[in-house]
């Protein structure tokens, strides 16, 4: 069965500061991991996803993920986090031709 | 990217009504589409699964019954509360997939459905 963790509720972070959002996954075979990003009352925008080559993925408004398969992670980083990136984050994770497993969901705070 | 609206934004419904929830592809042809639940603070719930010109798939615990799932075309899916209740009351999303064999889903902003 698929699975994946979100350890932290919620991360805290200065604007200006680095980012780090931890995501581990549990799949059969290669995975296909994504991270989406949820405002309020809103549905989720797509972010990055990893599929096949480079572990360090770019997506959009300068964030990026890097695929760690030894420790089976993705965690999403960004160097320099804006008020404006507050929000619910969440990683997902599926084998080729199964259902989405999503995590938990990850709100950050970035402070002023 | 890619763009998928939802229509309505919210809704509010009296208890017993039935409530129809669309989901369209506005930029590509969705073969594969999805309906999700969000309760208030928690992670997406998938509800079930259709492709276009068949019947849905649902998820196990999810009545069929009442979650009435129509994917007529490759750019409309539709999704009815049937008689709905408070218990009802949820944020739904739709998602959707571009073709066969592509694994991104792209997501509606999501209809909040309230039942009074």
New interface residues.
Partial sequence: AQSVAQPEDQVNVAEGNPLTVKCTYSVSGNP?L?W?VQYP??????LL?Y?TGDNLVKGSYGFEAEFNKSQTSFHLKKPSALVSDSALY?CAA?A?GN??T????TRVLVKP | GAVVSQHPSWVICKSGTSVKIECRSLDFQATTMFWYRQFPKQSLMLMATSNEGSKATYEQGVEKDKFLINHASLTLSTLTVTSAHPEDSSFYICSEKKASGQETQYFGPGTRLLVL
């Fill in positions: 296909y994504f989406y009352n809103r549905g989720l925008q797509f996803k599929i969440f599926k080729a259902k989405l999503f995590g938990g969901g």
